[in-house]
């Protein structure tokens, strides 16, 4: 006879312990669930409560999956890192943006030609990224209604910003 184990829907969230380049991760969870963690710089893991080393410090958008039979559920926390790699932020109240919300088009003042940014949706998902060069504006016609973060790196230098698409 076959005993039935109810595993309940995940749900929870996750906290983290930053020590220098490393970050601790802690899921809540249980028996029968799987995780896939993102740390938002190439890597990746699946156990429940990791430490992931980074490179350079900045501001990480770490998401966290966690699964079961009964379904799932996505996590994401901007995660400050620092480290002794010598790096700075940009300042982020010299950089604004407008409008916001915006519909088709978002306008950047105060960042340098050649900053690179990637747009982040709630999900975790990068869905634009290029770099800005001589244009300090984005077309965001193609991006549906939402919040979306706005990831800039220059050189060793790294802001988020958010904003919000509407139509």
Known sequence: MATLIQVPAPSGDFGF????PSVTFS??????Y????????????EQQNPTHTY???????????????????NFCKNVQVSSILSTS?????NIVIYP??????????????????????ITGK??????MVNSFGLDISSLYEG?????????????VKKFQVIR
Not at 27 to 32: F, K, R, T
């Open 126 to 131: 990068t869905v634009d990224a290029g770099s």
């Open 34 to 45: 799987s995780y896939i963690w993102n740390f938002d710089d190439g890597g990746f893991s």
């Open 27 to 32: 899921a809540e969870g249980g028996e029968g």
């Open 100 to 121: 916001n919300p915006a519909t088709n088009r978002l306008q950047l003042k105060g960042i340098k030609s050649g900053t690179h940014y990637r747009i982040i949706d």
């Open 147 to 159: 919040i979306y973060l706005l990831d800039l790196q220059s050189e060793n230098e790294k802001a």
């Open 55 to 73: 490179q350079s410090t900045g501001t990480y958008i770490v998401c966290l999956a966690i699964n079961s039979e009964c379904g799932g559920d």
């Open 17 to 20: 312990e930053v020590n220098g």
């Open 89 to 93: 932020e940009l300042n982020s109240e």
